[in-house]
């Protein structure tokens, strides 16, 4: 069982280049989120999707964008990298919407900006 | 605005010994809280979680201990092992438009389980 599985696992970007993280769950989940982790900061949200073809905002998407065209498939475009966007990026996911039952992420990707 | 606090960026314990990490938050709409714990390179993984109308919940060594008045909640790791030598999130969730479970994490402590 695979769970959530992130590619690539590093990568390094210069500034104004473009590229997708990829995201990709086996379990069937319809909630699947995206949050990046910087240094001595908790975790923010990126984006969510609550299903196919619905996707909505979080606390930070300014530089990102979203689509969700399978239930199992969820990527991360950064269309113009900024060495703001230095971070680590975890994509995660979650059967139903109660966060009582607990996101499963995957390992991250992590990201550098130069 | 922090809405959870993790004040204690590490912990050290002595194996066999209690953990306890703590955890303060301030918005009094959430509704459930919840304890992740991240080993180095690899994600956060779901440790344990209460609702905000009961005071404790337990799983096997793991204890989260809630106080609503206090606005603090606290996991307690019993006995601490060397293999609980990770970093740990508090979160909570509070519910937004449409259903949608909002998530709001800490910024972690780092415990360190000394054999």
């Known amino acids: 069982n695979a769970g959530v599985t992130q590619t690539p696992k590093f990568r390094i970007l210069k500034i104004g280049q473009s590229m997708t993280l990829q995201c990709a769950q086996d379990m069937n989940h319809n909630y699947m989120y995206w949050y990046r982790q910087d240094p001595g900061m908790g975790l923010k949200l990126i984006y969510y999707s609550v299903g196919a073809g619905i996707t909505d905002k979080g606390e930070v998407p300014n530089g990102y964008n979203v689509s969700r065209s399978t239930t199992e498939d969820f990527p991360l475009r950064l269309e113009l990298a900024a060495p703001s966007q230095t971070s680590v990026y975890f994509c995660?996911?979650?059967?139903?919407?109660?966060?009582?039952?607990?996101?499963?992420f995957g390992s991250g990707t992590r990201l550098t900006v130069v | 605005d922090q809405q959870v606090k993790q004040n204690s960026p590490s912990l050290s314990v002595q194996e066999g010994r209690i953990s306890i990490l703590n955890c303060d938050y301030t918005n009094s709409m959430f509704d459930y809280f919840l304890w992740y714990k991240k080993y180095p390179a690899e994600g956060p993984t779901f440790l344990i979680s209460?609702?905000?109308?009961?005071d404790k919940n337990e799983d096997g060594r793991f204890t989260v201990f809630l106080n609503k008045s206090a606005k603090h909640l606290s996991l307690h790791i019993v006995p601490s092992q060397p293999g609980d030598s990770a970093v740990y999130f508090c979160?909570?969730?509070?519910?937004?438009?449409?259903?949608?479970?909002?998530?709001?994490f800490g910024i972690g402590t780092k415990l360190q389980v000394i054999p």
């Open positions: 995660a996911s979650t059967l139903v919407g109660a966060a009582n039952y607990g996101y499963t």
């Open positions: 979160a909570a969730s509070d519910k937004r438009a449409g259903g949608y479970q909002k998530v709001t």
């Open positions: 209460i609702s905000s109308i009961k």
